[in-house]
């Protein structure tokens, strides 16, 4: 028994397991590729790729199980999964975490990382349908033109299931919203699996993306009412790295399972950690549900104040800029002659600097200096990489190009929350994150369709979209010095 426990330790299975899928990388890179390329045998691929995915999966599974029952600092969590992806680094960890051992001791699940799991859950759900999305709509018979309306369309519906979302969190607290939004997003995964014509998708997206909505503003709202308030910034980036995780993890996920399985597999796959997320949200949130009293039952409806209306402008230009790249970032690419590939290479660098820049203790910096000036440094740093983007015609240029995004959306993502957390009170601020991620959706549509408008080459739309983004920093900086 006492074996047995110390073998389901958080530090012994993230070191036990690591060393293993350290092994089987080494294997894949020395062993299997060579015996691919040099002896023609790609089976060797296929098998030793296949192992090291499945042991790949149960060691992050490993290292998240940790991170709730340690509650180390975000950084352990951060370098153990990107260790995994570098030959020899899983070795070095383990010794680094064997000599630090003492100094991790097994806690009580906090509430509040349940809450990060459901705001992970939310944007890989989102995540995992933009690489996948229009080739399913396609195999089923849409047109090209449908098909982009397909995809849109989960946006469209999300929008208005987050403004629901916020009067609902107002109203009745974030359990209600949350759980109901967790349980109806896993059905409406589900119901992909039943679809066999366009029409039957467009309802499913519709729904999908209606529900979902419901979850965001939920999860921001409570996450925001548990911080104290000189720590709503360091909290926000904390958040932000989860949504940073879910960018890199989802599409990749998708992208490799859908090629394996299909769609309305991996997508019942993401279905099942909803239910589980549900499960748990009844028995750990339940008892911190609101009770509201009659005296309390006249809301509060949120005020347009400066800080307000920033941090909504900061959500639909951080997203206008988002969809902007998803959509110009591959053509550009292409037109260089690189392989896709490198687009959605390009796309995990921001991704992995946003997120490290979320996680080291840097972070602090959005408690201490104004959330205003963080918003506009970050805005800024956006702009400025969406021009260079179109004049950069080398692989390194590129490279350090959306290093830079990544750096403007680690200052602009928690700025922005910080605005809007301090602009509002518990009693509104539902309605104020529903107006919030309402935006979030309006501004990836207007970003992707309305810049693929402009009748002008990719390298003059990049610059138009960096000169719009420069153009709301100097507003906000304007707002944020005046008295």
Not at 410 to 420: C, E, K, R, S, V
Not at 432 to 448: C, D, K, N, P
Not at 474 to 481: D, E, M, Q
């Amino acid at each position: 028994m006492k074996m047995l426990r110390a073998l389901l330790h958080p530090v012994t299975a993230v070191r036990f397991t690591g060393i293993i899928d350290g092994c089987s990388l080494l294997v894949l890179l020395l062993v299997a590729m060579p015996l691919k390329y040099i002896a023609d045998m790609p089976l060797a691929v296929t098998l030793a790729g296949s192992i090291h995915g499945g042991i790949f999966i149960v060691y992050v599974l490993a290292v998240l199980y940790a991170q709730l029952r340690l509650q180390w600092h975000v950084k352990w969590t951060f370098f153990s999964i990107l260790a995994a992806f570098l030959p020899f680094a899983n070795f070095v960890l383990e010794r680094i975490i064997r000599k630090n051992q003492t100094a991790f001791v097994v806690k009580k699940v906090p509430a509040i990382w349940l809450v990060y799991a459901i705001v992970f859950f939310t944007f890989i759900d989102l995540f995992t349908q933009l690489p996948v999305m229009s080739t399913f709509a396609t195999s089923l018979g849409a047109s090209a033109a449908i098909a982009g309306f397909i995809v849109g369309l989960y946006s469209l519906s999300n929008m208005f299931g987050n403004v629901f979302s916020g009067f609902l969190t107002d109203k009745h607290g974030t359990y209600v919203v949350l759980s109901t939004g967790l349980v109806a997003t896993g059905l409406a995964l589900l119901l992909y699996s039943m679809v066999d014509n366009t029409g039957g998708l467009m309802a499913v997206r519709f729904l999908h993306g209606f529900v979902s909505g419901l979850i965001a503003p939920a999860a921001f709202t409570h996450l925001a009412n548990a911080t104290k308030s000189d720590k709503q910034g360091s909290r926000s980036a904390i958040t932000g790295s989860f949504v940073g995780i879910a960018a890199i993890v989802g599409p990749a996920y998708s992208g490799i399972m859908a090629s394996r399985t299909s769609v309305p597999f991996v997508f019942s796959t993401v279905a099942l950690f909803g239910f589980v997320l549900f499960l748990a949200t009844v028995i750990v949130l339940r008892s911190q549900k609101v009770q509201r009293k009659k005296e309390n039952k006249k809301r509060q409806r949120v005020a347009l104040n400066r800080g307000m209306i920033q941090a909504l402008t900061g959500a639909f230009f951080l997203m206008f800029s988002q969809g902007a790249l998803a959509y110009l970032l591959p053509l550009h690419v292409e037109s260089l002659g690189y392989s896709s590939r490198l687009s959605g290479t390009l796309l995990s660098l921001f991704g992995l600097v946003a997120v490290a820049l979320f996680l080291l203790p840097t972070n602090q910096i959005f408690d201490k200096k104004s959330p205003a000036i963080i918003f506009s440094l970050g805005l800024g740093c956006i702009g400025i990489s969406q021009i260079l983007i179109g004049q950069s015609s080398g692989m390194f240029e590129l490279y350090a190009v959306m290093a830079l995004y990544g750096v403007g959306f680690a200052l602009l993502f928690p700025a922005m929350n910080t605005l809007l957390i301090r602009s509002t009170e518990k009693e509104n601020r539902g309605q104020a994150y529903g107006y919030f991620y309402a935006l979030f959706s309006i501004g990836t549509v207007a970003g992707s369709s309305g810049i693929g408008l402009v009748p002008a080459s990719v390298e003059i739309q990049f610059v138009i979209t960096g000169i719009v983004l420069l153009g709301c920093t100097a507003g906000v900086l304007l707002t944020a010095t005046a008295k």
